[in-house]
C-alpha cells in the first residue's frame, strides 16, 4: 500500500498525481492514462479506470490535439471496461467524440476501435447464452428497460426466483446492451465514406443478430433506421470529399447487396409488410444504379417478390412477378437448368389462371386489401401504382395481357406436360359438362407436387367460376344436385361461397333457391348484345344460301374460276414473299419488344423525376417549417431574456433595499427607496465607509503582530547562539574525523604501491634481456631483407640497361640501312666504313654519343634519378623497418 491521499485512503504507488504528467486541465495524457487504467485495474476499481480513460477520449483540450496511436489503446481498452459495465451512455459519447478526432485522416483506426467493440460485445452476448439453459426465445422489447408488474410483483413478494426466470435476467440485459450498440455503431459509421465497408458489414451483423434471436420488433426499427439514413443521402447529398456518394456505382451496389440481406432477413422472419418495403428501397436504388444488376441479385429480387405477393394472396402481382422472373431467366440467366426452368414455368401457368377472371375494372376485387379499399382506409391508386412499378410496368397489368403473354413466350412448351391442357379447359373450350371430368387429372397431379399444392385452392375457385359462366349460358335453372355432381372437384360450401363472391362483383346473375333446392340463372340473353350478335350472324348466312341457290350454274362456275386463279395468284405471291413477310413480322415483334422496354424505363424515369421532385418540395417545406420554429424559438428567446433581466433588476433593487435597510447607518428617505441609482450610490458609499473601518482595524492588528514578532525575536536570540555553537563544533570534529580517514586511506595506498614497484624491480633485468635479444632478432631479420632488396634492384637496374643498349643499338642499325640505300659510291663507302666504326666503336660523332651514353650508364647508381616503381620499393623498406622497430 501507497501513503495516504485524500479522505485519510490508501492509493497505490505511483498512482499520485504530482507525480504524473498532466494536461493543464488536470486530465492525465493519453500515455499515461493506459498505465494509470491498468493499476487501477490491479486494485480492483474498474469504474475508476473507465472514468480516467472516459475524461481523457471526450476532454476538449484532446479534441484540439491531433490523432495518434496512443489514443487508440486508450479506446480500445476504453471499449473492453464499458462493455464489462454495460455503460452504453459512455460508449456513445466517447465514439462521437473518437470520430471527431479521427475520421477525417485516421478513420482506420476508427474502423478497428468498431470492430473490437462488437465483437467483445459478442462474445459477452455468446457466455450469456451459454451459461443459460432456457430453450424458449425471449420476446420482450428490448429497448423497454422496465420490469413488468408481475416480475416487480414477485420481487416485492420476495418469491424465489425460477432458474429460467434468473437466466433470462442474465441474458435479455446482454441482448438489449447488444441491441443499444448496433444502434450506435450505424449512427457513428453513417455518411462517411472511407467507412462504407464497415458500416454495411455491420448492418448485415445487426441483421443476423435478428434473425438469430427472432428479434422482430428490432428488426423493424433496424430497417427504419437504415432507411432514415438511405432517404437522408437521397434528400441532402453531399459533397464533401469524405461524404457518401449515391453517383458512384460502387456505393450503390454496396447499399444493394445490404438492402437484399434485409429482405432475405424480412423473408426468413416472415415479415412480408417489411419484406415489401425493402422491396420499394432496392427499386429506388436500381432507379439510382448507373450500371445494370447482377443477374444473381435480379433472380432473388423477383423470387422475394413472388414470396411476398403470395403470402398476402395477391394473385395478380404474384404471377406478375412469376412472368418477370421467367422472362429474365430467358433472357440473361443461360445456365438455368431445365428442372428449374419447367418449374418456374409449371408455376407461372398456375399462377395466371389462379388469377379471378374479371374485367380490367372489376380486376381490382380479387385484392387482398378490396374491403380496405372500398372503406377508404388505403389510397388503392397510388398502391396500385407502386406495386406495378415495382415490376416495371407502367400501370396496373391485366388478367387477359398475362394470359397472351403466357402463349407468346412458349410458356406451354416448357412447363409440365400434366399442366398444358389448363390453357383449353379454362380458356379456349370451356365445356361445363365435361369440365370436372377433364380437372381432377391435373388437381391429383398438382396434389402430388408439393410445389403446386398453394395453387389448388384459388384453381378451384377460377375453376367453379368458368362452371357457373357456362352454365348461365345454357340454362335458365339446374338442380343443386347435379351442380354437385357437376362441380365435384370442390365442396358445395366453396361453389356457394364463389357463386356470393361473384354475385357481389356483379359478373354473374344467378339465385339460389334452397326451398326448390335450385339454382336459377337470371340472365337474359335475348337482351344481350351476344344474342343479338348471334341473330345477325345467322341472318347474314341465310341471305347468302338464297344468293348461291338463285344464280346461275356457268356463272356461278365462272366466279368459281375467276375466284380460283385468283386464289392461285394469291398463293403464289404469298410463296414469294412469306420468307421477307416472316423475317418482317419477327423484326417487327423485337421492335415491339424495344419500345416496351424503352417506354417501360422511360415511365420508370419519370416516376423517379416525380418522386424527386416530390422530395425536394417536401424538403423546401420542412426548411420552411423548421425556418418558423427557429424564429419563433428566437423570439421566444429574446422575450425570455428581456422579461429574466427585468426579474433580474428588480431582485437586485429588492437586495439593496435589504442591504441598506440592514446596515442602518445611510439615512435613506422614503421617495428614494425605489430610485435604483440612488440606492446604488448609498451602497457604495456605505461600501466605501465599511472598506476604511476594515483597514484601520487591519493597521492595528499589523502593529500588534509586529510587537509579538519583535519579542519573540530577542527570545530565540539566546537560543539561537547556542544553537550556533553547537554545530560549530559538531562540524570542527566532523571535519577532523574525515580528514584523518583521509590520511590513513593514502598511507595505506602508498604501502601498495611501494610493494608493487618492489615486485617490478625484481623482474626488471630479465625483461631487459628479453628486450636485446628481440630487438637483435628483428635487425638480422631487417639487414637480410636489405641485402635481398638490394641484390634484387641490382639486378632490375642492369636488365634495363641492357634493354635501352639493345634499343640503342636497333636505332643505330636503321640508321645504318637508311645511309646505304644511297646510290652515290661515296655514300656507299661511307656507310660501310660508319658500320664498322659502328661495330668496333671507333666512328667519330656516334663514338662520342656511345661514350657519353656509357659513362651514363656507369654512372646511373649515383647520378640517374630514381623510377616510380623504386620510389615504391624504398617507401615500403622504410616502412617495414619502422614496423620491425615498434615490435623491438
Request: aromatic share 6%; net charge neutral; with cysteine.
Amino acid at each position: 500500500m501507497g501513503p495516504r491521499g485524500k479522505n485519510n485512503a490508501f492509493v497505490p504507488r505511483g498512482m499520485n498525481m504530482p507525480y504524473m504528467q498532466q494536461s493543464p486541465l488536470g486530465v492525465p495524457k493519453p500515455e499515461n492514462a493506459l498505465n494509470r487504467a491498468e493499476q487501477l485495474l490491479k486494485v480492483g476499481q474498474q469504474s475508476v479506470a473507465l472514468q480516467t480513460l472516459y475524461d481523457v477520449i471526450t476532454d476538449s483540450q484532446n479534441r484540439r490535439r491531433q490523432w495518434n496511436k496512443s489514443f487508440e489503446g486508450v479506446m480500445l481498452k476504453f471499449v473492453e471496461l464499458a462493455v464489462e459495465l454495460k455503460k452504453t451512455l459512455m460508449i456513445k459519447e466517447a465514439l462521437h467524440k473518437y470520430r471527431a478526432m479521427c475520421s477525417h485522416v485516421y478513420s482506420q483506426s476508427l474502423e478497428t476501435v468498431v470492430r473490437y467493440l462488437i465483437q467483445i460485445s459478442l462474445v459477452k452476448l455468446q457466455a450469456a447464452h451459454s451459461s443459460a439453459t432456457v430453450s424458449s426465445k425471449v420476446s420482450e422489447d428490448l429497448e423497454d428497460s422496465s420490469e413488468t408488474p408481475f416480475a416487480l410483483l414477485l420481487e416485492a413478494a420476495g418469491t424465489e426466483q425460477t432458474k429460467e426466470r434468473a437466466e433470462r435476467q442474465s441474458v435479455v440485459p446482454w441482448m438489449r446492451f447488444i441491441w443499444e450498440i448496433y444502434r450506435i455503431v450505424l449512427d457513428i459509421l453513417k455518411g462517411n465514406s472511407k467507412l462504407e465497408l464497415c458500416y454495411h458489414e455491420m448492418a448485415e451483423k445487426a441483421f443476423t443478430f435478428c434473425q438469430s434471436g427472432k428479434r422482430v420488433v428490432e428488426f423493424r426499427r433496424l430497417c427504419d433506421i437504415l432507411r432514415q439514413h438511405l432517404n437522408q443521402l437521397i434528400k441532402y447529398p453531399r459533397n464533401a470529399s469524405n461524404d457518401v456518394q449515391l453517383s458512384n456505382p460502387d456505393t450503390v451496389q454496396r447499399f444493394l447487396e445490404t438492402r437484399f440481406a434485409q429482405l432475405n432477413t424480412a423473408v426468413e422472419l416472415e415479415l412480408w409488410q417489411e419484406a415489401y418495403r425493402t422491396c420499394e428501397d432496392i427499386h429506388t436504388l436500381i432507379g439510382l444504379s448507373k450500371k445494370a444488376l447482377k443477374a444473381q441479385m435480379m433472380v432473388n429480387y423477383y423470387k422475394r417478390l413472388v414470396e411476398i405477393f403470395h403470402a398476402s394472396e395477391n394473385t395478380l402481382y404474384h404471377a406478375c412477378s412469376l412472368y418477370r422472373l421467367y422472362v429474365f431467366l430467358l433472357k440473361h440467366h443461360k445456365g438455368v437448368s431445365p428442372d428449374e426452368l419447367k418449374n418456374i414455368a409449371s408455376k407461372l401457368l398456375l399462377a395466371v389462371f389462379c388469377i379471378p377472371v374479371y374485367d380490367q375494372h372489376r380486376a381490382l376485387v380479387a385484392d387482398y386489401f378490396s374491403q380496405l379499399d372500398a372503406a377508404g382506409w388505403t389510397n388503392d391508386g397510388s398502391r396500385q401504382a407502386r406495386m406495378a412499378a415495382l415490376l416495371g410496368y407502367a400501370s396496373s397489368p391485366l388478367r387477359e395481357t398475362l394470359v397472351a403473354e403466357v402463349q407468346s413466350r412458349s410458356v406451354l412448351d416448357n412447363c409440365a406436360e400434366e399442366l398444358r391442357s389448363l390453357h383449353t379447359i379454362l380458356e379456349t373450350d370451356v365445356n361445363a359438362l365435361l369440365l370436372a371430368d377433364r380437372l381432377e387429372p391435373i388437381l391429383s397431379f398438382m396434389e402430388k407436387e408439393p410445389s403446386y399444392q398453394e395453387y389448388i385452392k384459388p384453381l378451384k375457385k377460377v375453376a367453379v367460376f368458368r362452371l357457373l359462366q357456362h352454365l348461365c349460358l345454357l340454362y335458365d335453372s339446374m338442380d343443386l344436385d347435379r351442380l354437385k355432381k357437376l362441380g365435384r372437384f370442390c365442396s358445395y360450401n366453396e361453389i356457394e361461397t364463389i357463386t356470393l363472391e361473384a354475385l357481389k362483383a356483379r359478373v354473374l346473375q344467378v339465385r339460389i333457391d334452397h326451398r326448390r333446392h335450385c339454382i336459377l340463372f337470371e340472365s337474359n340473353l335475348f337482351d344481350t348484345e351476344e344474342m343479338r350478335s348471334h341473330l345477325k350472324l345467322l341472318s347474314s348466312r341465310f341471305l347468302r344460301c338464297l344468293e348461291m341457290i338463285s344464280r346461275k350454274e356457268g356463272k356461278l362456275q365462272a366466279e368459281y374460276e375467276q375466284k380460283h386463279e385468283l386464289l392461285q395468284k394469291a398463293l403464289q405471291l404469298y410463296q414469294q414473299n412469306s420468307e421477307k413477310e416472316h423475317l418482317h413480322i419477327l423484326a417487327r415483334k423485337g421492335v415491339i419488344e424495344q419500345r416496351k422496354e424503352e417506354q417501360e424505363k422511360r415511365i420508370a424515369q419519370a416516376e423517379l423525376e416525380a418522386r424527386t421532385q416530390a422530395s425536394l418540395e417536401q424538403q423546401r417545406k420542412e426548411e420552411e417549417e423548421r425556418r418558423k420554429v427557429q424564429e419563433d424559438a428566437k423570439r421566444r428567446t429574446v422575450e425570455r431574456l428581456e422579461r429574466e433581466m427585468k426579474e433580474r433588476d428588480k431582485a437586485e433593487l429588492s437586495k439593496l433595499k435589504k442591504e441598506l435597510t440592514e446596515q442602518g447607518a445611510v439615512d435613506i428617505e422614503e421617495e428614494e427607496l425605489n430610485n435604483a441609482e440612488y440606492l446604488m450610490i448609498k451602497k457604495k458609499e456605505a461600501e466605501l465607509k465599511q472598506r476604511r473601518e476594515i483597514e484601520r482595524r487591519l493597521q492595528s492588528h499589523a502593529k500588534k503582530l509586529d510587537y509579538i514578532d519583535r519579542a519573540l525575536r530577542e527570545e530565540q536570540w539566546s537560543l539561537l547562539k547556542e544553537k550556533h555553537k553547537e554545530d560549530s563544533e559538531h562540524f570542527v570534529k566532523t571535519a577532523q574525523e574525515t580528514a584523518e580517514k583521509i590520511m590513513q586511506n593514502a598511507r595505506k595506498r602508498h604501502e601498495e604501491d611501494l610493494k608493487d614497484k618492489a615486485l617490478y624491480l625484481s623482474i626488471e633485468d630479465e625483461r631487459q634481456q628479453l628486450t636485446a635479444q628481440l630487438r637483435s632478432h628483428a635487425r638480422q631479420l631487417f639487414e637480410e631483407w636489405r641485402r635481398t632488396e638490394e641484390e634484387r634492384q641490382r639486378k632490375e637496374r642492369e636488365q634495363e640497361e641492357a634493354a635501352r643498349a639493345t634499343e640503342s643499338l636497333a636505332n643505330t642499325v636503321n640508321g645504318t640501312k637508311e645511309i646505304s640505300q644511297r646510290n652515290t659510291p661515296d655514300s656507299i663507302s661511307t656507310s660501310k666504313e660508319s658500320l664498322n666504326r659502328d661495330e668496333t666503336g671507333v666512328p667519330e660523332v656516334l663514338g662520342i654519343e656511345k661514350t657519353e651514353e656509357t659513362k651514363s650508364s656507369t654512372n646511373m647508381p649515383s647520378s640517374k634519378p630514381m623510377t616510380w616503381s623504386e620510389k615504391i620499393k624504398a617507401k615500403r623498406m622504410q616502412q617495414e623497418k619502422h614496423r620491425l622497430e615498434s615490435q623491438q
